[in-house]
């Protein structure tokens, strides 16, 4: 019997490191890894930034336009209410691949600057936490997104729960498919309860300003 109370015991701690560890890398490994991506993405963006290119006005003449890869970073989206020094690289695709390096943007919707609806999801634990303080935006605060061309500022307009089965949030007028777009709108996406991700927390917010870089 002692021999048996101990191997369980063995086998109990053995099971409760392993868990340790593997929660640690999911928090911090996970971590290390975005950062290093982020570095990397920004700089590639920095790089194709650093080539001439022709603009018109973000609104009057029309936005710019995007030929991406699956992967590619394309935008820097910054948040004040998150903290002083948050700003990610956004990329191409919402993919696993994708989401555990960068925030990114939903394919078939909108870029930023059009009329209709850009969405971007992001992981709310791991890979860096980007969109860990997602629920606390109040209508109002602010999001930047900054192009090779030009400097997008939204305004936070609203935020709701839905099921991860709820895809008219990325209709072009959300909840309204089908429905002509006369708005230049956001979609903020990310995973709720953190860890469990039974549903999925949604703030948008509409175009307030569109300035050339």
């Known amino acids: 019997m002692r021999q048996v109370i101990h191997a369980t015991g063995e086998i109990v701690l053995t099971a409760g490191a392993i868990c340790l560890l593997f929660i640690g890398y999911l928090?911090?490994?996970?971590?290390?890894?975005?950062?290093?991506?982020?570095?990397?993405l920004g700089s590639e963006l920095n790089q194709q930034w650093q080539q001439p290119?022709?603009?018109?006005?973000?609104?009057?003449?029309?936005?710019?336009?995007?030929?991406?890869?699956?992967?590619?970073?394309?935008?820097?989206?910054t948040i004040p209410a998150f903290g002083?020094?948050?700003?990610?690289?956004?990329?191409?695709?919402?993919?696993?691949?994708?989401?555990?390096?960068?925030?990114?943007h939903v394919p078939g919707t909108q870029w930023p600057g059009q009329v209709g609806n850009f969405a971007v999801a992001g992981h709310r634990v791991t890979a860096g936490s980007p969109f860990w303080s997602l629920p606390s935006l109040h209508s109002g605060d602010l999001v930047y997104i900054q192009t090779k061309l030009d400097n997008f500022t939204y305004r936070v307009t609203g935020d709701k729960q839905v099921l991860p089965t709820d895809v008219g949030v990325l209709d072009p007028v959300p909840g309204h498919p089908g429905q002509r777009p006369v708005q230049r709108l956001i979609t903020l996406?990310?995973?709720?309860?953190?860890?469990?991700?039974?549903?999925?927390?949604?703030?948008?917010?509409?175009?307030?300003?569109?300035?050339?870089?």
């Open 189 to 213: 996406i990310t995973c709720n309860p953190a860890w469990t991700g039974t549903h999925r927390v949604i703030v948008t917010g509409v175009l307030v300003s569109a300035k050339p870089r």
């Open 53 to 77: 290119s022709a603009r018109g006005d973000a609104i009057v003449a029309g936005p710019e336009q995007f030929h991406l890869t699956t992967g590619e970073p394309f935008a820097f989206i």
């Open 84 to 104: 002083p020094h948050w700003r990610f690289t956004l990329i191409q695709g919402t993919a696993m691949a994708q989401l555990d390096v960068s925030p990114g």
């Open 27 to 40: 928090v911090w490994g996970t971590s290390l890894r975005a950062a290093s991506a982020q570095r990397q």
